[in-house]
């Protein structure tokens, strides 16, 4: 039997930030997913996470685990440049998404996903960890607070030293890397949040 207010969750991809972070967040949180299934293009690689962690199922085809009956929602860390075809897939067999940044690649694309999230009673959700940090919650108190005067500008910046691998997707633009998709988004998203 199912526990109350626990998501049935699969995993669409085996990025390295959902290895390292992700996955081993929702299994450690019990009470509110129930990961059971992974997908990965390298079916050995699903296998051994599904071994190491304990996981139900592992799937070689992101099809089929979008096909698994007992999916309430899955969780997408692809290159950017996959994003919407696989949010589109999963919001048509009536799942919740949780995406990585970006949500997709044009804005063209963004809205008709959250459009079709809606229509479907689905929940979309972008994922920018830094949200959830509690530095944040306390920088937005000061500025509700008035405690640093009226909010006029708002400069952000974001970076990281340059991969060494070349062929790192954050410099394919083919697949949604680069400046404003990957690295950029963090600028704006932080704007959005103070500026609506």
């Known amino acids: 039997m199912k526990k109350t207010n626990v998501v049935r969750i699969g995993v669409l991809g085996c990025s390295n930030f959902a290895m390292r972070s992700m996955i081993p967040a ?55 440049s996959l994003h919407f075809k696989w949010v589109e897939m999963a919001l048509e067999r009536g799942l919740h998404v949780l995406v990585e940044k970006s949500m997709a690649c044009s804005f063209e694309e963004v809205k008709y996903i959250n459009e079709m999230a809606s229509k479907k009673n689905s929940v979309l959700v972008e994922n ?25 500008c708002v400069r952000s910046s974001f970076g990281f030293p340059p991969f060494k691998d070349e062929s790192n997707i954050r410099y394919k633009k083919e697949l949604g890397g680069g400046a404003l998709l990957d690295a950029g988004a963090y600028p704006i998203k932080i704007s959005q949040i103070f500026l609506g």
């Not at 509110?32 to 070689?60: M, P, Q, T, W």
């Not at 920018?128 to 005067?149: E, T, Y």
């Open 128 to 152: 920018f960890q830094f949200r959830f940090h509690k530095q944040l919650a306390v920088i937005q108190k000061m500025v509700s607070d008035g405690v640093i005067g009226n909010l006029r």
């Open 26 to 80: 929702m299994v450690n949180m019990p009470d509110y997913f129930d990961l059971v299934a992974v997908a990965s293009r390298d079916a050995e690689k699903s296998k051994d996470i599904v071994k190491n962690l304990g996981i139900e199922r592992s799937f070689s085809s992101y099809d089929k685990l979008l096909d698994c009956d007992v999916l309430e929602a899955v969780y997408i860390p692809l290159p950017n």
